[in-house]
């Protein structure tokens, strides 16, 4: 190759180096800002309403904002947010009226949990399947003892006094892990060849997913006690995770049920050719493939049923965004309603949008893998 | 089939043991089905009569005719305390419709202009775009609603210092007051009217293709149907002594008179829902886009055609088979996200089901009403959907 470059005689001289307008700087904004006159004016109106707008909000957020003290008192002089309403309610924002010494619990369970994933990680781990179906069966009874108490000489702790992040985390939690594999068996049912199977399937998705969440949850809270025998009493928050994990199952199954579709034909019948039973070839061969296909599906379902947790407003749980917004009813925090919600949207947002750019990063991994 | 294996085995195939038949075990797993959801349901059944005698609460649906007692913010029919329970369900019905097909129509104009905008070769108008998305999708939207109808509406200024636009249009810390229409005799011709201008354009949409195809000379369809859609009713509406008037609201010193007020209740709703919807449209509108294959454009401009007509002809009916199926399922998503009204008191459907409920306890009945309307909406839509699929999909040979 260097040879072959030597041998073509080349002036740098003779060519001029590209117009100063179209590299750098200047070209890029030519280019990208104002290529045409409508584009010019696109850029400007973008600019004005940047500039109505960022300004404005970083000061009220961050230069003109109190991040210190927990007293109304500390923010008297402050023009803009007054950030110590969020570190007078923490303990409620976080835990609701969990009892404070006992919060050390909560904390244990999510170091067990963050703990348990380090096998994930660990490329030379192969029976990752196993240990994550023994995790799904071992971690909630461990956390549902360390929360609720009552056992092992922890204080017991009711229901009710759950609140706040945790509540909303462990909602999020429950629906998820009941969401999936029930999404999973709705999907399979709904492409058996059973009629009665199949009919009931599709008359289950089909009214859960064609009605409002809030009348799930309504129902849930009002009807499921006129369903039971009179004297047996359902735990509110109970009855609010069943409404939940039936809403998200109805709406995991479709997600599922594409993936199912998309399969090809060619696997059924590879894996009916191998002698293998109903439950073995969809065990082994489609579902895997089929789930991995609708992992972004699946990841968009989590984050529809992590924002949906807020309903639980309505049937008078204390979730994090009523336990952040409650303290502004506080006559020492009156007018402070703007600090409360703007620290709630931060943190949802925080967790959807981690959880939207996990989905596309496994989206793009998976494509890679699929390209080769 | 049994024949045919013995013939060509020449013995008698081991018959499988019932268990293992898979016909007869997969009637057998039906048989016990249906028995454990009869039993099931008989089970629910019994134990919910027996509460429901216990409560002494009657059921059917009787109590539609009693006097509901409660008053309702905002109602586009007739409705006082006096009125029945039904009435107040029927006026949560229609506050329903009232905000959903507003939504609709303004999340749509969201969704397509930042839809496009994110497609922009301007810079700062995709990031723009993008940001708007990104930040509007990844907080739920009962945060957004609250905040909308706490922070925002009530930083608005009073009734005495109404934002207004054209002097008809009022923005006020009371909610948003628009002219009222007023319906006088002879409103029949109007309606006459559009239906003759829909009739005409259906009619004219299938001559112009036929002739098309037949002649291969283009005819302006959406020109004309435009022409015959406005002029039309325009028309039928003078001819019978333009039966509608407005009443303008009218700014007074201290409030306004006149005209139709829209509670901030709605207002927060509307805004809310529109510009949430309005995230998720804006994506399906740029999926749709991309999924037109470059080699499409460049066809088309090959083959002489000119960009207003390349995305008139080529790109944007292949985008709307993309677009359309989420779409409406996102116009179905706003509808059912409009129940959220009940945590800031507008009164619709599950709002005001909720208080008769409580009132009444006729919770199955309640629930039942919920049940049948928004799965008949979802019905319908997915009957649409369907018939729309079949209509545009591609036909391949």
Same mark, same amino acid.
């Given at each position: 190759m260097a040879t072959q470059t030597e041998n073509i005689p080349f002036n740098a001289g003779d060519s001029l180096p590209p117009? !100063? !307008? $179209? $590299?750098?700087v200047v070209g890029w904004v030519r280019q990208n800002l104002f290529s045409s006159p409508f584009n010019a004016l696109l850029t400007l109106a973008a600019l004005y309403l940047l500039w109505l707008t960022v300004p404005p909000a970083l000061n009220w957020l961050i230069f003109d904002a109190t991040f210190t003290g927990d007293t109304p008192e500390a923010c008297a002089a402050t023009t803009g947010a007054c950030w110590s309403y969020v570190n007078a309610r923490a303990g409620q924002i976080f835990f609701g009226f969990y009892p404070p010494d006992e919060r050390w619990r909560i904390l244990v369970a999510l170091i067990i949990l963050v703990a348990a994933f380090v096998p994930f990680f660990v490329r030379t781990f192969e029976a990752k399947l196993s240990y994550a179906v023994g995790l799904l069966i071992v971690y909630p009874i461990i956390a549902y003892i360390l929360f609720a108490g009552g056992a092992f000489g922890l204080e017991a702790v009711p229901t009710r006094d759950w609140g706040g992040l945790f509540l909303t985390l462990v909602i999020a939690g429950v629906g998820i892990t009941a969401s999936l594999p029930l999404g999973i068996l709705l999907a399979l049912g709904r492409r058996s060849e059973m009629p009665v199977v199949r009919i009931l399937c599709v008359t289950f998705i089909e009214l859960v997913r064609g009605v409002p969440l809030i009348t799930v949850l309504f129902m849930a809270s009002v009807m499921l006690p006129l369903f039971l025998p009179p004297g047996v009493n359902f735990d509110k928050l109970l009855r609010a995770l069943v409404g939940f994990s039936l809403f998200s199952a109805a709406y995991m199954a479709e997600v599922v049920r594409g993936g199912l579709q998309a399969m090809p034909k060619g696997q059924y019948e590879a894996a009916s050719a191998l002698g293998l039973s109903y439950w073995q070839s969809m065990g082994l061969i489609i579902l895997p493939q089929a789930l991995r296909m609708v992992i972004p599906g699946i990841v968009n379902t989590f984050i529809g049923l992590f924002k949906d947790t807020t309903l639980v407003i309505i049937i008078g749980l204390f979730d994090f965004l009523n336990a952040t917004q409650s303290g502004t009813n506080d006559a020492n925090w009156i007018g402070r309603s703007m600090e409360a919600y703007a620290f709630a949207a931060m943190i949802y947002w925080v967790f959807c949008f981690a959880m939207s750019r996990y989905s596309i990063h496994l989206e793009n991994k998976l494509n890679r893998g699929r390209q080769h | 089939m049994a024949v045919q294996r013995e013939a060509t085995t020449g013995q008698m195939p081991t018959k499988p043991a019932p268990w293992n038949d898979p016909r007869i075990r997969s009637l057998f797993i039906q048989a016990v089905t249906i028995v454990v959801i009869v039993g099931f349901i008989a089970y629910i059944a019994h134990n919910t009569a027996s509460n429901l005698a216990r409560q002494g609460i009657a059921g059917g649906f009787d109590f539609l005719n009693y006097t509901a007692g409660f008053g309702i913010s905002f109602s586009l029919i007739p409705y006082s305390e006096v009125s029945t329970y039904g009435n107040a369900l029927l006026t949560g019905l229609l506050n329903t419709f009232l905000v959903a097909i507003c939504g609709i129509v303004l999340a749509t104009i969201v969704g397509f202009v930042v839809g496009l905008a994110r497609l922009s070769s301007n810079f700062l108008v995709a990031k723009l775009a993008y940001a708007y998305v990104e930040m509007l999708r990844n907080i739920p939207l009962l945060l957004q609603l609250i905040f909308w109808y706490v922070v925002v509406l009530s930083a608005l200024p009073t009734p005495r210092e109404s934002l207004s636009f054209l002097d008809a249009f009022f923005l006020n810390n009371r909610g948003l007051t628009v002219p009222r229409p007023i319906l006088e005799d002879g409103i029949g011709f109007l309606v006459v009217g559009v239906v003759i201008a829909i009739a005409a354009v259906v009619f004219m949409t299938r001559w112009a293709k036929r002739r098309r195809d037949a002649t291969g000379q283009p005819f302006p369809t959406v020109l004309a149907s435009l022409a015959v859609l406005v002029l039309v009713p325009i028309a039928a509406f003078l001819v019978s002594g333009a039966p509608l008037e407005f009443e303008i609201p009218t700014a007074s010193r201290f409030r306004l008179d006149g005209g139709l007020n829209l509670v901030p209740e709605f207002v927060a709703l509307l805004f809310g829902l529109s510009l949430y919807t309005g995230a998720f449209i804006a994506e399906i509108v740029r999926a749709g886009i991309l999924s037109v294959g470059k080699g499409q454009v460049e066809a088309a401009s090959a083959l002489g055609l000119k960009p207003g007509q390349t995305s008139r002809l080529v790109v944007i009916p292949q985008a709307l088979r993309v677009i359309v199926p989420p779409l409406t399922s996102q116009y179905l998503n706003l509808t059912k996200n409009s129940s959220l009204a009940v945590a800031i008191g507008y009164p619709d459907l599950v709002s005001v089901g909720g208080t008769v409920l409580n009132q009444t306890g006729q919770a199955i009945e309640v629930v039942t009403i919920w049940m049948i309307v928004y799965v008949s909406l979802s019905l319908l839509t997915s009957l649409f959907m369907n018939w729309y699929n079949r209509k545009i999909a591609l036909v391949e040979r």
């Open positions: 117009p !100063a !307008a $179209t $590299t750098g | -």
